[in-house]
Nanobody, 126 residues
Framework: QVQLVESGGGLVQAGGSLRLSCAAS????????MGWFRQAPGKEREFVAY????????DYADSVKGRFTISRDNAKNTVWLQMNSLKPEDTAVYYC???????????????????WGQGTQVTVSS
């Protein structure tokens, strides 16, 4: 079992930056794919970014590409999401997720992840 705890959310003005953290416990995440998803009020939870177990591969939703960066430190059992040039439409609860192993499931779908955090609220004011 993996427990995930997100932090770093908050209120920021448009154009600002936030860095979300996801701390894992219970087992090492060094052999798991990690992802970030978000859910805005009244909308489905959507893919934001993922990073491979080694950190060598990552990808992003088109809506955040060029503004967000996902990274990980397996020694610290932590994943981050650096969010720059934030827009009001980035307002959502952001969730960290972990797959059960290196390759199972689809990196872009909720079903590709087995463990989820409780989420952290990000609010971007205009």
């Amino acid at each position: 079992q993996v427990q995930l705890v997100e932090s770093g959310g908050g209120l920021v003005q448009a154009g600002g930056s936030l860095r979300l953290s996801c701390a894992a416990s219970g087992r090492t995440i060094s052999s798991t794919r990690m992802g970030w998803f978000r859910q805005a009020p009244g909308k489905e939870r959507e893919f934001v970014a993922y990073i491979s177990w080694s950190g060598g591969i990552s990808d992003y939703a088109d809506s955040v590409k060029g503004r967000f960066t996902i990274s990980r430190d397996n020694a610290k059992n932590t994943v981050w999401l650096q969010m720059n040039s934030l827009k009001p439409e980035d307002t959502a609860v952001y969730y960290c997720a972990a797959s059960r192993d290196r390759y199972s499931g689809n990196s872009y779908l909720r079903s590709g992840y087995d463990y989820w955090g409780q989420g952290t609220q990000v609010t971007v004011s205009s």
